[in-house]
């Protein structure tokens, strides 16, 4: 897809008229193949959750909720966070964290390849946003300013009384939600009906301090 031909014309369309509706859209990219997910739920996830709790929370981070997350009463959710995952390095710390010197290289490359994949629809998505607001002239600095982190969750431990995640709106600039084998993630829309998106799909979210950023510029102009 070209940016300004008549397809992202027409997919930008759809993008904003989700996003005015719901605030969130499903999204299908090609370049996140059945084969990569398998990598990343059935081989690196599962490394990744079997290693001991105290392994796990050296994942620390002085920003909240950037780090481990997890031993939550009465809350079935555990979840460590990789910061600036759609570069090598960044996996590579991550992954000597967790394994040591060595690291883990299938792991590294996996996530890796997954993080550059969602990193480049993120960008094409802010891009579809701020044409459709008239603000594309500040894509560059706004993607210059932003940092990426893969946040690897897994629901439903222990009991199956627990709850995973309280309702609640994300604060971050925008987020996508890779599901694997359980519908876990719903969505409100405006009528108040809760949608749950498919299980085969990308649900993108736009963030409040996304439309923050926009109405500070747009005043600015």
């Given at each position: 897809?070209?940016?300004?031909?008549?397809?992202?014309?027409?997919?930008?369309?759809?993008?904003?008229?989700?996003?005015?509706?719901?605030?969130?859209?499903?999204?299908e990219?090609?370049?996140?193949?059945?084969?990569?997910?398998?990598?990343?739920?059935?081989k690196?996830?599962?490394?990744?959750?079997?290693?001991?709790?105290?392994?796990?929370?050296k994942?620390?981070?002085?920003?909240?909720?950037?780090?481990y997350?997890?031993?939550?009463?009465?809350?079935?959710?555990?979840?460590?966070?990789?910061?600036?995952?759609?570069?090598?390095?960044?996996?590579?710390?991550?992954?000597?964290?967790?394994?040591?010197?060595?690291?883990?290289?299938?792991?590294?490359?996996?996530?890796?390849?997954?993080?550059?994949?969602?990193?480049?629809?993120?960008?094409?998505?802010?891009?579809?946003?701020?044409?459709?607001?008239?603000?594309?002239?500040?894509?560059?600095?706004?993607?210059?300013?932003?940092?990426?982190?893969?946040?690897?969750?897994?629901?439903?431990?222990?009991?199956?009384?627990?709850?995973?995640m309280?309702?609640?709106?994300?604060?971050?600039?925008?987020?996508?939600?890779?599901?694997?084998?359980?519908?876990?993630?719903?969505?409100?829309?405006?009528?108040?009906?809760?949608?749950?998106?498919?299980?085969?799909?990308?649900?993108?979210?736009?963030?409040?301090?996304?439309?923050?950023?926009?109405?500070?510029?747009?005043?600015?102009?």
């Amino acid at each position: 897809m070209i940016t300004g031909d008549d397809k992202w014309a027409e997919i930008r369309a759809l993008v904003w008229a989700a996003v005015e509706i719901h605030g969130c859209f499903e999204a299908e990219y090609d370049k996140v193949t059945p084969k990569l997910r398998d990598a990343l739920f059935g081989k690196c996830m599962k490394e990744l959750f079997e290693l001991p709790s105290e392994i796990k929370m050296k994942n620390t981070s002085n920003k909240p909720y950037h780090g481990y997350i997890g031993n939550i009463p009465c809350r079935a959710y555990e979840s460590l966070n990789v910061d600036n995952a759609n570069e090598s390095e960044g996996v590579e710390e991550f992954s000597a964290l967790m394994w040591g010197d060595k690291g883990n290289p299938s792991f590294c490359n996996t996530i890796f390849t997954f993080s550059k994949h969602i990193a480049e629809l993120e960008q094409m998505v802010r891009r579809m946003i701020l044409e459709s607001l008239g603000m594309a002239k500040y894509y560059d600095e706004c993607i210059k300013s932003t940092a990426y982190g893969l946040r690897l969750s897994e629901y439903g431990i222990g009991s199956t009384n627990n709850i995973g995640m309280q309702s609640h709106r994300d604060s971050i600039i925008l987020a996508m939600v890779c599901q694997h084998g359980v519908e876990g993630l719903e969505v409100q829309a405006k009528d108040g009906r809760w949608l749950t998106p498919s299980l085969n799909s990308l649900t993108v979210i736009i963030g409040e301090a996304f439309w923050v950023c926009v109405l500070v510029t747009y005043y600015q102009l």
